[in-house]
């Protein structure tokens, strides 16, 4: 193992490794100027994490990319942003270079695009090594070795010679983290650098970052909207609003006890993960096997016919060799005025399973049931006619709504396809009664999709697939690309209109708070199976299969102090685990 | 959602609403190139269309007594070999041209839009099949096609234009079909789709609304390159046949005369060709940069 680097010496500014003092971003775009970033002050010292937390919009990686000098060609820079002694705002380019990788560097959201696709990962982080340092590339190479194996990466000597696609998502982020500290920086800013991930995944890249934080007293500008991922790594926080810092301090005081109205505002519409009090007492040693508890059949009571119905479904997408087995042997079904909430990580099959719901793939095997017709043996008139029962909302608020229509036309679509004998006028009353339900103002049906917010378009996606008043509604990750905020008024509107209309609802997501919160009953998905269903309120609490509990245990919660207890309890199981493993 | 996609999203979007036409516009227009060209595609239709108006010629008698004759106050041009008025002779070839080539442009993009529409949203081993139609198409050269063609029927002015239309869409038809095959997939597609909306509906009011700015850029392109081919033919002598002609035609009968060194033959007809050619390839460029959606969405 590398040798431990001492703190890193204490940096002019008052000791702070990073210092931004009335920090102004303004963009000068087609359609004006923006004023993204106002008077951000901020400190980092060495060996402290300082998470900043914000909507979308808010200015945070603006400020983070100002902090790099990596400000986009359109954008001016104001007031001070001194990195260890070096003003970053007016610097030349000479200047940034010789800081950026070796005093300060940055692991950015996306592990596939921030790699090169075309170099082998142990000469990447070689060359990150060689622009600040005269060392032989075998020296280079060696170090790179021995840098993989310090984020946890196994069999480091082979996969120095892996390409970027060899690895998964969550060993590419690895790779990104290694060489942002191949040089030992002083800082290192991370803007978002779990969001692309698993929450197993993102629990892991975590404790790395924690981890070599605190090996080697490098400050940490960690940027990112999840407040779990704040409470679980941050010191100190600062909450953006419109550009402007509102309230720093101290994690417990600004997740425990806000001051500011809008971080209230923001922690309050944040999905809280409830999690059993006996786990959390550190009971770990529930029996495993506690099969006995059955939740299972509590929801298969109903004598309602099903809505929608998965049977023994598998779907096999390719053939021969690179076959891929999205989904085996999957069965579910979702009763009239239920919501069944479908979660699992990414590749688990759960969107796979809503588009099977949905007839838009067809089953290898198994069969769909929907509104009790057989879907492979209805003939194409009839199948069509069922589909007048479902209301679809899928995860992306931009391409879910084609940009040469009208929002009126949109939501007026469904209306065109199944009930073509309406006049122009009923046609029209129709489509404001529902944007009435949505709560958007009958106005915007003359508006174009893209003048409206994500929020916004997310409810006009509603809006569609509500107005023929369907028994079925399928819903995508509806909320997953949506501000928290948002996400609070689009589930409720969701929930609302569920208890009024009684349509069921099959709601897929990977945020298992969301779930929690929202679905009655839950199947968690895994590699293609079901992996475990039941009750929300038994699943989610006491999971029977270990792999729901580790899921459970990955997701971070809002809460600095809880966060601490589950983060250690997850440790010690794994370390039991892998002790289990070696015995 | 982060990085710096999402920092326009809320400032910028009160102004971004009205006017994503004029913004269009604007973004044409910062195309200096674009706009020259637009002009010059303006002043070669006024010159051809209203121009005759404005200056009457005889194109229609032989007037041997004015052969030939170099350019002076009553002949701006001069006169060709048959004692034809040489600019009243551009206005009238450059009518032929300009139609046989839009006309021809804009039949090879609507045949191209249709069959590249229709791979690409019936996908399998129609679309495998419809492709390779394309490609052989593409691997035979046109000229030599059209060559073949007109001299075994010597068409008549739509029949150029027919000919010219039905080789040259294979262009267009890849590239519709590369734009169908990713809107097919689009959430808003699957979406009318699993509610139960029907093929037709789907190309007709999504597919195709959503590729029209590939497909005018593209037109444009089309438009120049016919412009040119009925340039190739007709200095061959198999296009527009005489009496008519066009300005392929006029630089071919003034090439005979070249070592006589009547240059007022061939340097207009030449020169309109080139400049015509060009605008319309600069529009395309100017209107691609308008219309890219791309990132804007």
Redesign the interface.
């Known amino acids: 193992m590398s040798a431990v680097r001492p703190p890193a010496a204490p940096a002019p500014d008052g000791g702070h490794i990073l210092d931004l003092d009335d920090l102004g971003v303004v963009?000068t775009?087609?359609?004006?100027t923006?004023?993204?970033v106002r008077g951000v002050s901020l400190h980092v010292a060495p060996g402290e994490t300082l998470a900043l937390v914000g909507e979308?919009?808010s200015?945070?990686?603006?400020v983070a990319?100002a902090a790099m000098g990596l400000l986009?060609g359109n954008a001016r820079a104001t007031g001070r942003a001194v990195v260890d002694g070096t003003d970053i705002v007016g610097a030349d380019e000479e200047q940034l270079s010789g800081l950026r990788g070796k005093t300060v560097s940055m692991v950015f959201?996306e592990p596939a695009t921030a790699l090169d696709p075309l170099t082998r990962v142990g000469r990447q982080i070689a060359e990150v090594i060689r622009n600040h340092r005269r060392v032989s590339a075998a020296d280079a190479a060696a170090r790179a070795v021995e840098l993989l194996r310090r984020v946890g990466i196994p069999e480091p000597e082979q996969r120095a010679r892996a390409y970027p696609f060899q690895l998964s998502g969550g060993q590419r982020q690895r790779v990104v983290i290694a060489m942002a500290i191949a040089n030992e920086p002083a800082l290192l800013i991370a803007?978002?650098p779990t969001?692309a991930l698993d929450v197993t995944v993102q629990a892991e890249i975590l404790d790395l970052l924690r981890r070599l934080a605190a090996e080697t007293g490098t400050g940490v500008l960690l940027?990112t909207?999840n407040m779990g991922v704040v409470a679980d790594f941050a010191d100190r926080v600062a909450v953006m609003y419109?550009g402007a810092v509102v309230e720093t301090g101290s994690v417990e005081d600004v997740l425990l006890r806000p001051s500011h109205d809008y971080t209230k505002r923001l922690l309050s519409a944040v999905p809280r993960l409830s999690v059993s009090e006996a786990a959390g007492g550190g009971d770990t040693a529930e029996p495993a096997g506690a099969g006995s508890v059955g939740a299972g059949s509590v929801g298969a009571g109903s004598a309602e016919e099903p809505a929608v119905e998965l049977t023994d479904v598998s779907v096999v997408f390719g053939r021969g060799k690179q076959a891929v087995h999205a989904l085996r042997g999957v069965s579910f079904a979702v009763r009239p005025g239920e919501t069944l909430g479908l979660v699992g990580e990414s590749g688990s099959g759960k969107s796979t399973a809503s588009r099977v719901a949905?007839?838009?793939v067809a089953p290898t095997a198994g069969s769909v049931t929907l509104f009790g017709a057989d879907l492979a043996r209805t003939r194409a008139r009839a199948?069509?006619?069922?589909?007048?029962g479902?209301?679809?909302v899928?995860?992306?608020p931009?391409?879910?709504?084609?940009?040469?229509?009208t929002v009126g036309e949109?939501v007026a679509?469904?209306l065109?396809?199944?009930r073509r004998t309406l006049s122009g006028r009923e046609r029209e009353s129709l489509v404001g009664d529902v944007l009435d339900r949505v709560r958007l103002p009958r106005e915007v049906a003359r508006?174009?999709p893209?003048?409206l917010?994500?929020g916004q378009r997310q409810r006009v996606?509603l809006a569609?697939?509500l107005v023929?008043g369907p028994r079925l509604l399928?819903a995508d990750e509806p909320t997953s690309?949506?501000?928290v905020s948002v996400q609070e008024a689009v589930l409720e509107v969701i929930g609302e209109l569920q208890e009024e209309l009684g349509f069921a609802c099959l709601f897929v997501s990977h945020d298992l708070a969301v779930v929690q919160q929202f679905a009655r009953r839950v199947v968690v998905m895994r590699a293609g199976r079901a992996e475990e269903q039941g009750l929300t309120s038994a699943t989610l609490l006491h999971p029977e299969t270990d792999y729901t509990r580790r899921l459970l245990a990955a997701v971070p919660v809002p809460d600095p102090i809880v966060q601490r207890g589950r983060r250690a309890e997850r440790l010690a199981t794994l370390a039991a685990g892998r002790t289990e493993e070696q015995g | 959602m982060s990085s710096l996609t999402s920092l326009d999203t809320p400032a910028v979007q009160p102004e971004l609403a009205a006017s994503n036409t004029r913004l269009a516009v604007r973004r044409f227009l910062r195309n200096r190139l674009a706009v020259v060209g637009l002009g010059v595609v303006v002043f070669f239709v006024l010159f051809c269309f209203v121009g005759p108006l404005l200056y009457s010629t005889d194109q229609t008698h032989t007037l041997l007594q004015q052969v030939n004759e170099s350019p002076s106050g009553a002949h701006w041009l001069g006169t060709d070999a048959v004692g034809h008025d040489e600019l009243g002779r551009l206005m009238y070839g450059g009518k032929v041209s300009l139609i046989v080539g839009l006309s021809a442009g804009v039949l090879a993009t609507v045949i191209g839009t249709l069959w590249g529409a229709a791979a690409g949203y019936a996908g399998g081993w129609i679309d495998a099949v419809m492709m390779r139609v394309v490609d052989a198409g593409i691997a035979i050269p046109a000229l030599f096609i059209l060559l073949v063609v007109s001299a075994i029927t010597t068409p008549d002015l739509s029949g150029l234009v027919l000919i010219l239309g039905l080789i040259s869409w294979l262009v267009p038809s890849r590239l519709v079909r590369a734009e169908t095959l990713t809107l097919k997939n689009r959430d808003f597609v699957l979406t009318l789709r699993a509610t139960g909306g029907g093929h037709a509906r789907a190309i007709t009011r999504h597919i195709l609304p959503n590729s029209v700015s590939t497909v005018i850029v593209a037109a444009t392109f089309q438009i120049a390159d016919a412009i040119l081919l009925v340039a190739y033919v007709s200095y061959l002598g198999l296009g527009v046949q005489p009496p008519s002609t066009d300005w392929g035609g006029m630089l071919s009968s003034g090439m005979t005369a070249a070592y006589s060194g009547y240059w007022w033959l061939i340097v207009p007809p030449g020169l309109a060709i080139i400049l015509v050619v060009w605008a319309f390839n600069a529009i395309g460029d100017g209107l691609r940069d308008a219309f890219d959606v791309r990132g804007r969405a």
């Not at chain 1, 199948?383 to 007048?388: F, N, Q, T």
Request: include cysteine; proline fraction near 3%; charge should be positive.
């Open positions: 963009f775009t087609e359609t004006g923006v004023r993204a979308s919009g200015g945070k990686s603006t990319l986009a959201q803007d978002e969001t940027v909207h419109q949905l007839g838009l199948r069509r006619a069922l589909r007048a479902v209301g679809v899928l995860q992306d931009v391409a879910s709504l084609d940009p040469r229509m949109c679509e469904p065109r396809v199944h508006r174009a893209r003048e917010s994500g996606s569609r697939a023929l399928v690309a949506l501000d």
